[in-house]
């Protein structure tokens, strides 16, 4: 518990204190000062009764020299008195009569010897000067029963004050040492009635918090708080009670719901099952639509460009003027049968990737000799290569273990690589076919082109069914973008991997391997 109840009641104290201390030093200060003071006058009054009493007539006051003397041994006799002034009033006119400074008598001073010439009381002023206070008492002058005057006694304050001063330090020691101890005494016995008990009934919440129902508050008081310790331990055995009731409730409820649980955990399985089996269903078919969107849109367009070109030539050849000139006629029987086999390799590309994708391709696996195989790609692709204005390198490694393939499948796969780095091979660029043996177990075809490469944001959907690299139907290199897939899904058929390395500008190299027949047994 944090002690901020000991902070507001030290603050509480000490604010209540200080005041009463402040209020009594003030009072007691203040009742000192005003009896010194009133002390003073009265010494001033009896100064001037002294004087008085040595003023029988009005012969005696204008003996100036006696006078004289009698004002000197007042100041002489009391240390504290600056000058003694006799003023004489002539038809109610201030006349200084003896003084040792006539310049003195201003107009307050005028004032208030009149003031208590005409009402017959003495009167009393306090001045601040450079050096001390001054304080001013003015007593009427009686002579015979009659005012005729007044005494002006200037007395310095400089004593008194300080004596004051004194008094003052005195009392602000004892005001903070007697302040202190009785914050010390009433802290303490706040803390021991009021504190203590708080913090042992919130010791109480404490335990109850960390369920101890055990727990008792002791406190021996008949006051509030000795009522509020009774009410929190009634109310900890009532708590204790119910927490009983409340356990042997859950226990036949926490059977009931485990048996609830498990068979709503059961459900909720096989709803996660089914929902993940429709999420990848309907992952699968909008995969499947978009592939078969794009597919309808490429199809479209690559079976239309052959199918116009043969319309079109069949169109002219059935004209007179072609019948008539063979050379002619030849010449448009070669298109014909030139876009006739494109048409042709387009549908068989369609039909093989469904039959992949389907899983009922069927391969004539038979025993090969991979230099037969070579031989075959080189008089063949030898041909495409260069009418593309592109060098060909063909390299075999010699005594190569037999593969078991089918032959036409492996050349079909080879082919595709080839003519897919004819597309993207400019003039003067180089295409090789490399075949050797990568370990006892399998042989490596390569087929590397010095071509545009393949950026690096498409080589992850490079062997995606449908999807080629230039996607538009505007693009250079026609195809339906069912080559490479057909190239991976023939190569893992025949037991083998394929892959490729590529950079944006300096070409790409394809790879692939094929398990040796020894391998195979």
Known sequence: MKPRLQLKIIGIVFIVSFFIFSTL???????????????FVNRASSIAQSLDAGIETKT????????????????????????????????????????????????????????????????????????????????????????????????????????????????LITFFILLFLFILILFFFLKRIIVNPIYTINEGFEAVKKDKLDFRVNINSNDEIGVLADSFNQMIEILAASRKQLKE??????????????????????????????????????????????????AAHELKTPLTSIKGFAQLMNTNKVMKDKKKLRHYLKLVNKNTIRLYNIILDIVDSSRLSLGKLNLDIEEVDIRKIFNEVKNNMKIVIKEGGIEPVFELEENLPKIRVDPGRLLQVIRNLIVNATHFTSRGGKISFKVHKKNNKFVQFEVKDTGEGIPKDKQDKIFSRFYQVDASLSRKVKGSGLGLSICKGLVELMGGKIWFESKEGKGTTFYFTIPTSNCLK
């Open 25 to 39: 030093s003030y009072i007691h200060i203040r009742t000192y000062k005003e009896d010194m003071e009133t002390s």
């Open 60 to 171: 005696d006051i204008e003996d100036r020299e006696t006078l004289l003397l009698l004002i000197q041994k007042q100041i002489w006799l009391d240390p504290d008195i600056l000058d003694i002034n006799i003023n004489l009033f002539q038809e109610d006119i201030l006349k200084v009569y003896l003084s040792s400074d006539l310049n003195k008598i201003d107009q307050e001073a005028e004032k208030i010897n009149f003031e208590s010439y005409t009402q017959d009381m003495i009167l009393n002023k306090i001045t601040e000067t450079e050096k001390a206070r001054v304080l001013t008492v003015v007593t009427p002058i009686h002579v015979s029963g009659k005012i005729v005057g007044t005494y002006q006694i200037d007395i310095t304050l400089e004593n008194i004050d300080k004596k004051i001063n004194r008094e003052l330090q005195t009392t």
């Open 249 to 298: 409730y859950s226990r036949n409820l926490e059977k009931k719901v485990k048996e609830r649980t498990k068979e709503l955990e059961k459900r909720d399985r096989e709803l996660i099952k089914i929902n993940k089996k429709l999420e990848e269903a309907n992952q699968k078919l909008m995969k499947l639509d978009k592939e078969k969107n794009e597919f309808i849109s490429i």
